[in-house]
Each structure stands twice: as C-alpha cells, then as structure tokens.
C-alpha cells in the first residue's frame, strides 16, 4: 500500500541508504524512499503518512545530517525535485529543493546580491532556511522576506518575523513535521563583477581551509559566543583525532571526516569526547550543528 501510493506521487526506490544520500556517507539502509514531484506531491503524501501512523523524514541535500547504521522502516521523502526559481526583480521564489551554491551562482549573473555567503555551502534552499545557515557574518535571517510552509496539512505563507530566527535554529526546529517548501528572498542590485569576485574569493578561502576532498557534514559544532569551536578543538589536543575510519580534519578541526567507512557510532564518540573534554578544561558546552537521525 505505501509502495503504490509513493510511486503515484513521486519518484520511488525501496532500496537505499542515507550512505547514498548523506554529504558525510554514512547511515543505514531506508525502507522507503520518495522524490515528490511537486509541492502538491509533498502535501498528499505528508498527509498519507501522518493518517496511517507512518514515520517520515524530510531532508535535502543530506549536507548537515548524520544518520545511525540501522535500517530506517519509515519513508525518507528528499525535495531536491523542488527545483523552481522564479526571479522577481530584486526578489527571487525559490524553491527548497534548490541547491544554494547554484542560486547564489545564478543571481551573481543578474546583479542581484546577498546570497553570495551561500555559494560555498552545500545544501538545498530548504536545509538552508531550517537551520538559519550562515557564513561570513550573514545568514539567511538577512535575506528571507517569508517561507512557504506545510503545516498541519495546509499551505501557509510564514512571515520573517515568525520564524524566530537566532544563531544556527529556526521556529522549524520546535516544529519537525512543518515542512520547508519555497522561500521568498530579497536582495540587492550590485555590479556582476563585483558579486563574482567576492564569491570567487570565498570559494578560494573555503578551498585553502577546509577538507573538501574528504566527506563531511560541515562543521560539527556551533561556535560559542565570542569564539571558534575549532580553538577549542584544538586546545584539548583533538586535530587529527581519530577513531576508526572517522577523524578530526587536520585542515579544519571542527570537521569531522569519513575516511573511507566511517560509522556513524565512531562519528558520534568523537564528538561526544570533544564535548566532554571541552567542558572539563573550560567549562564551556559546545552544542552540535549537525542534526542526529535514526542515531
């Protein structure tokens, strides 16, 4: 039964793994999984599973998430097919399911900015606006005018003020089964090449300071106020760390990397020691960006 009505709404597969799916490649295997063709799809097939008692998890790009080895009996349901944009003079309609580097790229090219602290990370619009993602001093609390929600099996148009932004959350955290589906951006008219220059900029930094040849979640640990999580990493003797196939990058130490088969079980000891050893020599708690699943 949830087969077939997976298969009418969406692309379907009953045999994957959030290692497929995940930036970071790890996770256990998914009993179903759904690509929804349309913000419709997402609605009718929400609304399926909450009324037959069936557990779900939405995601993106995979780009922030570390997911336990175990087989997940729920449905995974990916929004990458929503990938509509639709640019408004200086506004853009964007869907979740749209890549922030490719969104960021595009805009450069019409002299609209604001997004250009975007271009380097790796996930859909969606995981973007759930998390409040954010680099170089801005975030997407800057640019969002108000987000296209599912919620309580209604479409509703949240305003900016309602999403209770702050460092790294959103309302949608307090909220887990309210589903991200577009956002309205504003933005700002600069010169192409100056967009461009600074992005080009920034994909360099982000090239010389962190591991991108290796799989990772991103940064595993929110920074503390006035300070960086990779000096206190480092302070506790945990670059290059390692357990297993997993490590603390020794280009970034507030990376965590999967050397190969790395589980999630030796991700999370790392991070669970690097938060107790930071405590004990500073007494300060760093608290994790990565959301745990199925963990």
Not at 224 to 243: H, S, T, V
Request: glycine share 8%; proline share 3%; charged share 25%.
């Amino acid at each position: 039964m949830i087969k077939d009505f997976l298969q009418q709404h969406g692309n379907y597969h009953d045999d994957c793994s959030f290692k497929e799916l995940t930036t970071i490649k790890m996770g256990g295997r998914i009993r179903h999984f759904v690509l929804p063709y349309s913000v419709e799809d997402v609605k009718e097939i929400v609304y399926f599973l909450k009324r037959n008692h069936i557990p779900f998890k939405v995601i993106g790009n995979g780009s922030n998430l570390i997911c336990g080895e175990s087989e997940y009996e729920g449905v995974v349901i990916c929004l990458k097919n929503l990938s509509s944009y639709e640019i408004r003079n200086d506004e853009v309609y964007v869907e979740a399911g749209v890549m922030a580097p490719q969104l960021a790229s595009i805009l450069a090219r019409q002299g609209l900015s604001c997004l250009e602290f975007a271009s380097g990370i790796p996930g859909c619009i969606g995981g973007l606006v759930y998390m409040n993602a954010g680099a170089y001093r801005s975030e997407m609390a800057n640019v969002i005018r108000r987000v296209l929600v599912l919620k309580d099996d209604d479409f509703v148009w949240m305003e900016k003020e309602e999403m209770n932004f702050s460092y790294r959350h959103s309302v949608f955290h307090d909220h887990p089964h309210w589903v991200i589906l577009a956002a309205e951006l504003k933005l700002e008219r600069k010169p192409v090449e100056e967009i461009e220059e600074l992005m080009a900029d920034r994909l360099k930094r982000r090239k010389e300071t962190q591991p991108l040849d290796k799989p990772s979640a991103g940064s595993c640990f929110r920074n503390p106020e006035d300070g960086y999580a990779w000096k206190l990493i480092d302070g506790i003797g945990y670059r290059g760390y390692q357990i297993h196939d997993v490590s603390v990058s020794d280009k970034h130490s507030n990376f965590i990397i999967n050397n190969g088969n790395g589980s999630a079980e030796d991700y999370l000891q790392i991070a669970y020691e690097i938060q107790d050893k930071v405590k004990e020599k500073y007494d300060i708690r760093l608290v994790m960006e990565v959301e745990k699943f199925n963990c």
